[in-house]
């Protein structure tokens, strides 16, 4: 049986969405941060948070709660901003959040189902980084409903800026 990663691939290739996935950072390129167990002091995250982006108030971080096939959950998207001094806020609105690119076509677009696209895209980051070797409940067809939404999305937002991807040199780093 093929891993999710595998399975997530042969669908885009099969479907001729590879394309806009070439759209998307490497792996690699994402910024991903150890967090120490007390550090929220909530059970069942992933030891790594994904950084987001930022203000001169904040940082945001994407946070995933570990899949947990035994209750039949898929793994869930948390979002917090971390102030200077270290403390978390969770968020649950668009409009709270600080994005850096691809992230902030979300943002951009600012729909409820935008938010939605977002947590399943840092799910796939997270897969395809290979922060967790499973992370959606299966069958994975909402998933990847939901993945070509936002990586289509990603794909018409660059397009309309003219670009094939986004420089890292517009990609703020912290």
């Known amino acids: ?9 042969t669908w885009a290739n099969s479907n001729n969405l590879w394309y806009k996935f070439e759209k998307l950072p490497y792996s690699t390129e994402y910024d991903f ?6 550090e929220l002091g909530e059970k069942g995250l992933h030891t790594s948070k994904l950084y987001l982006g930022q203000t001169a108030s904040h940082k945001t971080w994407a946070l995933i709660l570990i899949y947990d096939g035994s209750k039949k959950r898929a793994a869930k998207v948390r979002f917090v901003n971390e102030a200077a001094d270290g403390t978390y806020t969770t968020v649950t609105q668009l409009s709270d959040l600080a ?3 691809p992230f902030r076509v979300f943002k951009k677009l600012g729909k409820v189902k935008d938010l939605s696209q977002l947590k ?9 980084a290979k922060q967790v070797p499973k992370i959606f409940q299966e069958p994975l067809d909402h998933f990847l409903s939901q993945l070509s939404a936002a990586v289509d999305s ?6 309309e800026m003219g670009m094939f991807f986004l420089p890292s040199s517009l990609a703020a780093s912290h």
């Not at 941060?33 to 007390?38: D, K, M, R, S, W």
């Not at 990603?154 to 397009?159: G, L, M, P």
């Open 1 to 9: 049986m093929p891993s999710q990663l595998e399975a997530v691939e």
């Open 33 to 38: 941060v150890n967090l120490a167990p007390e």
């Open 120 to 128: 399943h895209l840092i799910q796939y980051i997270f897969l395809d």
């Open 154 to 159: 990603i794909s018409k937002a660059y397009d």
């Open 99 to 101: 994005l850096m690119y």
